[in-house]
């Protein structure tokens, strides 16, 4: 059974810093793309970030590019989202991803094929 579980979210001032962590178990690590995405109340989920099974391939939203930083590291099947200048607007449930399909980039919710169960990180202004 694939399992994702997330840890690292909280409550922290604007400006402050958190890092997400995301291990997978139940499925290969290493040849998958990783990935964070969010949701703020009322709002779609949106893509945040991701990173290719090697390591050397990341994507970012605008909006975060500067401000976050994605990385894997494969010999703990874990996948950090270290976020810096955290801003009231990135209040939001955050969710782990893992692609769907072998050394395919994570660009969106279609590319998914596991979810985690999400994390609150909350930005106080």
């Known amino acids: 059974q694939v399992q994702l579980v997330e840890s690292g979210g909280g409550l922290v001032s604007a400006g402050g810093s958190l890092r997400l962590s995301c291990a997978l178990s139940?499925?290969?690590?290493?040849?998958?793309?990783m990935g964070w995405f969010r949701q703020a109340v009322g709002k779609e989920r949106e893509f945040v970030a991701s990173?290719?099974?090697?390591?050397?391939?990341?994507f970012y939203q605008d909006s975060v590019k500067g401000r976050f930083t994605i990385s894997r590291d494969n010999t703990k099947n874990t996948v950090y989202l270290q976020m810096n200048s955290l801003r009231p607007e990135d209040t939001a449930f955050y969710y782990c991803?893992?692609?769907?399909?072998?050394?395919?980039?994570?660009?969106?919710?279609?590319?998914?094929?596991?979810w985690g169960r999400g994390t609150q990180v909350t930005v106080s202004s």
């Open positions: 991803a893992a692609g769907a399909t072998p050394t395919r980039p994570l660009r969106g919710p279609n590319d998914v094929g596991y």
């Open positions: 139940g499925r290969t690590f290493t040849s998958y793309a």
């Open positions: 990173v290719g099974w090697s390591g050397t391939i990341t």
